[in-house]
């Protein structure tokens, strides 16, 4: 017997926990076990094992550390070394995985709870023999427990090296509780606004937030500032793992998930199904111009990532900036370590090099917002608000091509205003702000065929089986992965060659012919969602 088929009837709050459980993890079969394992498995093959490799001695080891705690930039970015054991060292590169399983957590939180209430999914299991806290326990319990599972792949990953099993526990820990501190965070966002996307954006806030505050709370000292500790992501570091294995710091993260979660249960005790803490403002008796088409509604619709995500890349470019001159000073004397930045760079300069590195991340990044500004066709579609706008005057043709300019444009965009605070920033610590920045910018121009094709392959697969649009996500995992993978050597290079990435020439040998590849590839596949859409129906 399914939730539907059930009577109307509660015994309990929680009534039905179990079952929306299952659903939930039906419905993230995929997505869930595959964040599980990326931000896991990593830890261990990636990042610790490559420490080992690229700095094998102690004294590697401490010269890299000096070098890193002298850079308020690294230490703001990545935290405080506090040790130059390996597995400090290692853990220490993997420090970005704490917000990375906050990220994930969030998205999951956000998509049960305020998403299915949006979309009214909520409003009809309540309808059955459904409590009213179960949609929020069985969310609670599904992130909860991946983020458990998490730490645990973690710890075993990290067992099965050469270091001290304490602080490989200890990590694991760690990582799992900031993702529990963040479940939470996302549980209380969720209760504040009608609108999931004011939920996900107030859950990011806090995120950024509390990024900010330990990034200058590291920067202002090599032991971690008083600001590190007003963030719960700067308590993930103060536990210290290799370096004295702090247990303690952990309650303050129990502390606070305990207190997020108490609140909303109460907030959501103190609201109707689909509203929110905050009522929503009246809109205006009629749209004004801006509105009158299908490009002012993209843009509206639109406009608030675009502003967030650009300045979050220009942060990034800042941070670039700020590091890449010196560069071989801090890599030193490990011919491992420069063999990898140049392999990956392309370039025997090592700053040409780490630039063309730093901004074929930067890329993967930008690929990320111009997927997340295409899956919009997906989300009004499925939500049927794109059935209302073409059963008027507008063609499909045009709604499509009103959400793929700010795609396309909006990375572009983010990526060069990015690249020019990089390039100068960087040209200012060189002393050479016109070359300089002339080379950022066009380490950044370069790689937007690649930021296209993430664009073309969503719009592909959403013209082709809207239902698998979501998929675009997992290409571009496999993407990273493979850009990961070229920094080791045995591999084959046809397999390395599948990502676009890999074709992207470094400023120092500009040529034209992979970049005109990847455009027609992306007309290509453009062109045929477009023709696919065109000729399926509406979900």
Known sequence: MTLLDRPALRASNFTGTTSLLRLYLRRDRVVLPLWVLLLSIPVSTVYVGSTEAVYPTAADRATFAATIMASPAQRALYGNIYDESVGAVGVWKAGMFHLLIAVAVILTVIRHTRGDEE???????????????????????????????????????????????????????????????????????????????????????????????????????????VLSWLSPLGWSLQVRPFAGDRWWVLLLHLALTVALIVLAYRLLARRDVGAGLFAERPGAPAAGPSLSGAFGLALRLDRGALLLWTVGLCLYGLVIGSVVHGIADEVGDSAVARDVVV??????????????????????????????????????????RAEALLSGSVSRIRWLASHLVFAVVGSAAALLIAGMVAGLTYGAAAGDIGGKLATVLTAAAVQLPAVWLLVAVTVAIFGLTPRFTPLAWGVLVGFIALFLLGSLSGFPQVLLDLEPFAHIPHPGALTATPLVWLLVIDAALVVFGVAAFRRRDLR
């Open 119 to 225: 979309s009214g999914r909520t409003e009809l299991l309540d309808s059955t023999a459904v409590g009213r806290y179960a949609a929020l326990t069985a969310t609670l319990v599904l992130t909860g427990t991946a983020s458990v599972l998490t730490g645990l792949l973690s710890t075993a990953g990290l067992l099965t090296l050469d270091i001290p099993p304490t602080g490989s526990v200890a990590f694991g820990t760690t990582l799992a509780a900031s993702g529990l501190v963040f479940t939470a965070v996302a549980a209380v966002t969720a209760q504040l606004s009608s609108s999931a996307r004011f939920a996900r954006g107030a859950a990011f806030s806090a995120l950024g937030a509390a990024f900010t505050v330990r990034a200058v709370g590291d920067a202002s000292g090599t032991e971690g500032g």
């Open 343 to 384: 392999r990956l760079g392309g370039s025997a300069a090592m700053e040409e090099a780490f630039v063309a590195v730093a901004f074929t991340m930067l890329a993967m990044i930008a690929s990320a917002f111009a997927i997340s500004l295409t899956l919009r066709l997906h989300q009004e579609e499925a939500e049927q």
